[in-house]
């Protein structure tokens, strides 16, 4: 697996339903990015100017909204990532 860097987070977004609430099925070149994921690792957290070092306030586990654009996305293992920034997680879903 991957281990992130400072205050960055690992994603593997969920998949959008295929499917409008109506039935149609939407094609490939109309889906919108996922904005939604489960993190699948975190950084040990951002390094602030004096030495201290500040915990994330995501984990492991949690299911996420994060900006449309943000992070950078790779692939390993044929699965696809994103690795964005903690400020790029917008909420966690309960």
């Known amino acids: ?6 205050d960055r987070v690992v994603i593997q ?9 109506s039935g149609i099925v939407l094609p ?3 889906k919108e ?16 100017d004096n030495g201290q070092r500040v915990s994330l306030d995501v984990k492991a586990g949690d299911k996420v909204m994060f900006s449309k654009y943000a992070g950078t996305e790779i692939k390993i293992d044929g699965q696809d990532y994103l690795i964005l ?3 790029d997680v917008l909420a966690i879903v309960e």
């Open 1 to 6: 697996m991957i281990k992130p860097l400072s």
């Open 13 to 21: 977004a969920l998949e959008r339903e295929e499917k409008t609430k």
């Open 28 to 30: 490939d070149t109309v």
């Open 33 to 48: 990015k996922p904005q939604e994921g489960r993190i699948v690792a975190v950084g040990n957290g951002r390094l602030l």
């Open 85 to 87: 920034s903690e400020r």
